[in-house]
């Protein structure tokens, strides 16, 4: 009898052999994280996720509402995920570690910031029209977590895509499950930044433009401003933008405890230890909402579609608009590359400028007039967020 | 789409008027630390020298890039959260050169040496 | 349709223009965190959290029992505080931050230590005797949560409002929502130590009991000591006054894996990473639970008289308990400044003491004296704290 | 009426004095514990947690149906403990703490650490026989627990033994409480591994066998197949035994993080911060398991005679296993000691054959070599757990 | 209140007697290491040498302090938690000077120099 | 007992196989690298060279093992799961002599110096 339990996998795997198909995504995932070193952070726990999520055992992944034990990877998902636990953790984490002085010592960053979004827009009306056709079949809560792939911004993405899905789930709207999907789109193409990027850029921009040099602030930002933004921000997004206060409202807590200087314990500990924890958590359990009955449909090549069509419509609205700028203030030009920074993926889109600067002009150096606006389109994404969550449940309803 | 620009755009006069306010009480501080004896000069000829500073001072932000360098190392061993460029790193070199810094230790990392 | 969203925050702006004040309030508790660097490690996360309890929404604090999503700070306030969860830490970590030698090197202190406490029980009385006037509303359980801010010890204020409040609501008896005033009147006055402390001593000390020398100790405390007496405390206290036996259990139990000395990992992680985190989401928990429409109360205003009149009282009761002592035993007498670090605050008020100790003589060294009963008064506040939890339970029914 | 407290305690403890007798036991895991350092880091915390669940109140430990509120301790035990966060999170860790390139560079230590999993069975057997006899009485969820001692594992213990107390309760099925006894007992025998191995060894060896030096590997492990490993061993473990995927599959994911190299950062808090957390909280919860009145049965000595004796077949199986495979490739011999390294006890086990062939040889340096089936002992016991988890709910249904 | 002083005083008496069993296990134990040779001296006796080396060691103290002050300025930056006073960090110094050390280097730590 | 065998020589097998694949990779790479010029040579004389070195190499692994001890004081402290041995703290030594190297390190651990 003992012998007969080294069959009951098998049976499993004959029972739905996509599974296989799952293991070798994850083993694609796993290569790219770490051959390539491609956003390993998030890349390598994903893909434990979807092989723990996918193999003949439920024991990970069970709901325990049919009598076996909860399993530990949905006990996440019901506790740490679907009440943005993770996600806004990571965010705090996120404000910790970064510096906003490039945003602040330039605010016309933000209109860059700003633009960026259009990617966001233009895809959740791509996944409408697709759906018009009759290729996919995209509803609203589908088409606004596809567009937020547009804003580059991981947390952000897993954030939306939970709430839309929880949304459906809750008011009986029918919802494909989509999350993991567009969770490893965004991370994808976030990775891929430095190949998408540069062709669309020297699409747009002239040799004359890419040369453009921008002048260096006259001084640092101060530390009294540098305290106070976060908290005035917080309060202007936070009666603006409702819905948007908890991303907004995390990411700047965590950038004040960074920017105060009086509790660098508490910092240091939310953008290492804390944040350490919660990737490999949140990562395991993104990963375990790809099962390959979920994962493998053909919804998800239409979402990895949009997804990239998003990147590069959000990266030709940043050029555009920094070029549209240009007409308005020609003493002063803008580097119309850093425009492309705008899409966030911190902070590797403004490097991807630097490096085409440096092409064109080795002692041209926009890193940091880049990061201005890359940092600016994490709250530009959050504010998205924001809106999207306040207007797609009233268009669904 | 025309609510974040909106938003956005309220936002940069937050910060444009978070700087005017900084700008008025630290002149506000000064003036009170010159008494009367010192009127503290205007904007425009402190961005004159700075540009003049600007230029002197590249030397400076070189040598602080390729110390930067060192600690370098980490951060491309771990790409993704870590590694964020920052002012606070090339702090060692007078500020508008620190802008120039961060774009010189950048290509550095890239290339493993100084770029000229 | 799109941009009547942006009036939404201003709508509920009017209809509760009192989170204007709370964000008035939130600023000066930044303020005073950040440039005056008073308790900025709770204050700061607090502020916030009182910034995300009165933006025009409930994102964040939704109950979630009205069909929308519960929000994140209440999951914290149920699944963290509620359960003693996140104060418990806090004390297991204090315990390894904490050196108890100069309490058992001198055992007297206990005794000083006691003394402070008379503060809780006479602002306990008052808060009954302010009821019969009319002036404020606070019931048995109210006064026990205001009578704790005179132990000076902010996570057992905590967990004693919270335990009021709980049991209030659990069996249906009408309780204030007063959890975070006292937290924060405890916290302020904490910081205020050194302003409250000192005229008071002077009024009741002479100059000469002022500059009266200790000697010290004549040996260290063995190792064996400092191992057994967290173990002994904990079965002594837990069996004299079980219902503290929490608090003094894990307080105790973080000093024992300090003074181990074969766990450092387990010590080093207690009071550094592990407590860090609890007390960022602790703040933002209790910070949380102060929207204008229950902190902007008259009652507020009594919490906070009431609070430095048990600061007072408990400094003064401290000072004449170590005069009287000195009757008794007159060939070495105490320095009766070293009472007033009974209230704990540690180690704010032994540093007070040993300021005004040096003004009156620059080599008179009390410092480590004064950690004796300052230590003493957080055993002193978690017994008094267990007896609260049992009486007034029984005194309400 | 206030003083009638002071006797609450003692009434209690007059009502149940097996807790002075569980008071001892605690006192003595510390001493074990702290003076004579054996197992530390998890006995400290356990040793706390038996003196919280047993002191004269419920206030960490009342499960909260009785209207009072739920004990800390019992939230985590059903948070944390029944849904196997905690021990999971440990093997997360251990991963990432673990070299597995002894076995990668000799793969036949995997035989060595199967072999010593007949500790495992025959205990099991052992514990139905006893029962048989009317002395103990053990049904065959509690022979499981007792019998994974014999696997020399403390968290698969912790496991296994809280998976069968859970399936007896889910499905009515009579089951003794016992997980912390067999936890208690695992980590008892594996800090008494130098003690009990040594003459086992001696007895089933000649000198001459345990003078045999082994060859070392002729080149390292390459990286590439560092990486695989976990990957590989995920799935073929996930297939052929589905009910080990969890256990295998977080001590296989924390070990990739660490071999991947790129997230060092994920790596070094797995096993430091995220696993100090993990045991603090894990040892109190087991402890908490442990009142008087659970602990104190006729059981609990069976439990760790029967544990002592899996643990001595195991070691007896492995030498013998060892001896065995020497018959059929006498030209590489194994020094059959390292067979005794298969019963995990990871790395005790391996030290103790190291210090075994010092004394016969002070030049052959087996311990290396003694670390392959010693790592091969965790894989070998996550493997037998699976095996039970598919085959005792069948057997006892 | 009553039951607050009185836990608190048993509290007390356990620890004096936590003391006092301490002394007796070390005394047996030198006792068995020093034989029957050396009988250990009374209470007393140690404590008046301890009075004078407390005055000899207050330069001790004095530079264990100053020692100290340098790793003090982290705490000052974060107080609360951490900056506890603690007799580890004077552990250089002879045991009682620990306890003046202790005072020495808050005063050091408000005026930013030594005491005199 | 019988599937725990099984699984285990299941698992063998795979390592087995996860190092031939491994190996074969390796050679087409550095049959890549060296062109057509120069045959990798087969296996056995490795293992023969590497014998050799072993031997000659005791005396590094020695030294690598002093120098490893002094690392080795915290990790008797906190026994357990820290303080596992690994490769890679024997890394200074040549590859086979690692094996020898933590061996010794254990025995100096133990005795506290070195074993002969
Ligand atoms: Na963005
Ligand atoms: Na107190
Ligand atoms: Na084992």
């Known amino acids: ?397 | 789409m025309g609510v974040t620009v909106g938003v956005l755009v309220l936002l940069m006069l937050t910060i444009r008027a978070l700087g005017l306010f900084d700008r008025l009480l630290q002149r506000r501080q000064s003036a009170a630390l010159a008494g009367a004896v010192l009127e503290t000069p205007a904007g425009p000829s402190i961005a004159d020298e700075t540009r003049e500073a600007s230029r002197g001072g590249e030397i400076v932000a070189v040598i602080a890039a390729a110390l930067a360098l060192s600690e370098d190392e980490e951060s491309r061993a771990s790409p993704g959260f870590s590694g964020l460029p920052s002012y606070e790193r090339a702090a060692a070199s007078a500020y508008p050169d620190a802008w120039a810094a961060a774009g010189r230790r950048q290509l550095m990392d890239r290339r493993g040496r100084p770029s000229r």
């Open chain 1, 1 to 397: 009898m003992e012998f007969n339990s080294l069959w009951e996998g098998f049976t499993e795997i004959g029972d739905d052999p996509r599974i296989i198909v799952m293991w070798a995504i994850s083993g694609f995932l796993f290569y790219w994280g770490i051959a390539k070193k491609k956003e390993p952070l998030l890349l390598i726990p994903i893909a434990a996720g979807i092989l723990f999520a996918n193999l003949p055992t439920e024991a990970l992944t069970r709901d325990g509402g049919d009598g076996g034990d909860e399993g530990l990877l949905h006990f996440f998902q019901v506790n740490a995920l679907n009440n943005d636990l993770m996600p806004l953790l990571i965010f705090l984490g996120l404000g910790a570690a970064t510096d906003f002085e490039p945003m602040l010592a330039s605010p016309r960053s933000l209109l860059l910031g700003a633009g960026a979004q259009a990617g966001v827009f233009v895809a959740l009306l791509g996944a409408l029209l697709l759906s018009f056709t009759g290729v996919f079949d995209f509803g609203l809560l589908e088409a606004a977590s596809i567009g937020i792939i547009g804003g580059a911004d991981g947390p952000t993405t897993i954030f939306i895509s939970n709430k839309m899905r929880q949304f459906g789930l809750e008011n009986g709207i029918a919802v494909s499950d989509i999350v993991g999907a567009t969770t490893v789109a965004a991370y994808s193409y976030m990775a891929l930044v430095p190949i998408i990027q540069p062709p669309i850029i020297k699409l747009l921009t002239t040799q004359r433009e890419r040369r453009i040099r921008m002048p260096y602030p006259e001084r640092p930002v101060s530390r009294r401003v540098k305290i106070m933004f976060p908290i005035v921000t917080t309060i202007v997004i936070g009666v603006l933008v409702p819905q948007a206060a908890p991303l907004i409202g995390f990411i700047m807590f965590g950038n004040l405890i960074r920017e105060s200087g009086v509790v660098p314990r508490l910092a240091d500990t939310a953008q290492n230890e804390m944040m350490n924890i919660v990737i490999i958590l949140l990562g395991l359990t993104v990963g375990s909402l790809m099962p390959g009955r979920v994962f493998l449909q053909t919804e998800t090549i239409g979402i990895f579609l949009l997804g990239l069509f998003a990147f590069m419509v959000a990266t030709a609205a940043g050029i555009m608009l920094a070029k549209g700028m240009n007409l308005f203030n020609p003493k002063n030009p803008i580097n119309p590359m850093i425009g492309a920074a705008g899409v966030s993926a911190v902070p590797m889109a403004a490097r991807v400028v630097q490096d085409m600067a440096s092409k064109e002009d080795p002692d041209n150096f926009l890193l940091m007039h880049a990061m201005g606006p890359n940092i600016a389109g994490v709250i530009g994404t959050a504010t998205v967020a924001g809106i999207l969550l306040n207007i797609i449940p009233q268009l669904v309803k």
